[in-house]
């Protein structure tokens, strides 16, 4: 096994169970603060649905803070979430002209607008995020980053060492697999952990649904920007369908295991997809645990299919249905998920999960308690990616084999700008490389 297999199995077997990840921090580790007057201030690195969702939580927080810039590489995205926040928080909002950043070089400048002890919400598309949240670290900042934390494996490695580096400064870390926060979900997975159906022997993820949009490329517009715009639809944007979309069921069922793969093979394609971009429509993946049970991971997005959004944990005695998707979690006895056979559900009113996470993220700076969950938000990056590698490849592929490619989806993605060449690009008749099993390469 390698050194990175060997970090995983001490991290499930010390974190296994715990609700958020905490930091280990040297006690000579010099601490981040706050300015003097307790203010925090807040910059966003990317300014779509999400970011603007996750600014929202981050300014709903307890204390004094303070947005004060904004990053993106459209102005009208910038521009929505600016007065979509001033609305809402008038007095907790400072971002003139000269601090609202546009373009592949934005994140920097907001970065360095919050500088050390600041705040930095990324929610750009998964491709930037290892780049993004490097700079962060290197800059001394808070972190909320959202999910997907990579979309390959160099992204992977990358992103556990600016968790590393972040610990040693003691910066607080907090990812946006926001199940992770949920308090029905904590109960219920303590209750799985805690033996009530017996051994965990079978996981089930499901992400199915309609299929996911697309935004034709516009007359004026280049590849990039009509990529980045639609970067759902492109692999070395989001990671594919699988990852990105599944990424919060394959986390939950992993948890609810206490461990994560080390091998998967699988499959998908494109199906009924007709849309120029590079989306599987459908994958089917089966991962195996360490001691030998297995996790389904089930994504599709099409049209007038059955639609299913949950995780399913089979025990010796019992099973479970939990997840994102799912609300009020609930046990039962026996493998009928039938009201008769319920045994356990979560009785009290729940929090938003999205909100406990900022919550979590400000009080841990505040006051000073260790919080880094960059480890485990980048192990179950590597389940989607290693999932995505052997659907896309048709082969059997084991963890050590995935996360030590070399593969990268965007090569030189430092270096991009909005009228240079995509890291891919369309034939003459618009159409954009797809991965074919049995001829991509997996890793």
């Avoid at 909100?355 to 938000?377: A, G, S, V, W, Y």
């Amino acid at each position: 096994m390698t050194k990175i297999s060997h970090s995983r199995r001490n991290f499930l077997k010390s974190a296994a169970i715990s609700p958020l990840v905490i930091g280990a921090v040297n006690a000579a580790v010099p601490k981040v603060h706050a300015a003097e007057d307790n203010t925090l201030k807040v910059a966003l690195v990317g300014c779509g649905g999400r970011g603007g969702g996750a600014v929202m939580q981050a300014l709903s927080t307890e204390g004094p803070k303070k947005l004060v810039a904004l990053a993106d590489v459209f102005n009208y995205r910038l521009e929505g979430v600016l007065n979509g926040v001033k609305q809402k928080f008038p007095n907790d909002v400072d971002v003139p002209q000269e601090r609202q950043f546009v373009g592949f070089d934005a994140y920097k400048n907001a970065v360095d607008a919050v500088g050390p002890g600041g705040v930095v919400l990324f929610a750009s598309p998964p491709a930037f995020r290892p780049l993004h949240v490097e700079y962060a670290v290197a800059k001394g900042c808070h972190i909320f980053m959202e999910k997907s934390f990579a979309v390959d494996s160099p992204g992977y490695r990358k992103m556990l060492k600016n968790g590393e580096e972040a610990a040693k400064k003691n910066l607080k870390v907090v990812g946006g697999l926001m199940s992770r926060h949920s308090k029905p979900l904590q109960g219920a997975i303590e209750q799985l952990h805690n033996g009530i159906i017996g051994e965990r022997i079978c996981c089930w993820a499901y992400r199915t649904h309609g299929a996911v949009g697309f935004g034709p490329k516009k007359e004026s517009e280049t590849d990039v920007a009509h990529q980045v715009r639609n970067y759902s639809n492109f692999t070395w944007l989001n990671g594919s369908f699988l990852l990105d979309w599944l990424i919060h069921n394959l986390d939950v069922c992993c948890w609810a295991k206490g461990a994560y793969p080390i091998a998967a093979q699988g499959q998908g394609g494109r199906q009924t997809r007709t849309a120029k971009d590079q989306m599987f429509d459908h994958f089917a993946v089966e991962y195996t645990f360490p001691d030998g049970t297995r996790l389904f991971a089930q994504a599709r997005h099409q049209n007038n299919t059955w639609g299913c959004f949950q995780s399913f944990i089979q025990g010796a005695s019992g099973c479970a249905i939990i997840g994102e998707g799912v609300l009020h979690p609930k046990i039962y006895k026996g493998f009928k998920p039938t009201p008769e056979n319920l045994i356990w559900e979560y009785k009290e009113a729940a929090k938003d999960q999205y909100q406990i996470e900022h919550d979590m993220l400000f009080d841990c700076i505040r006051n000073d308690k260790p919080i880094n969950e960059t480890e485990r938000c980048c192990f179950t990056t590597m389940t989607g990616i290693l999932g995505r590698m052997a659907a896309e490849s048709g082969q059997w592929v084991t963890w050590d084999e995935a996360v030590n490619s070399n593969i990268e989806l965007a090569p030189n993605l430092a270096q991009l700008t909005m009228d240079g060449p995509a890291p891919v690009m369309p034939d003459n008749d618009g159409n954009y490389p797809i991965a074919m099993p049995g001829i991509t390469k997996a890793v």
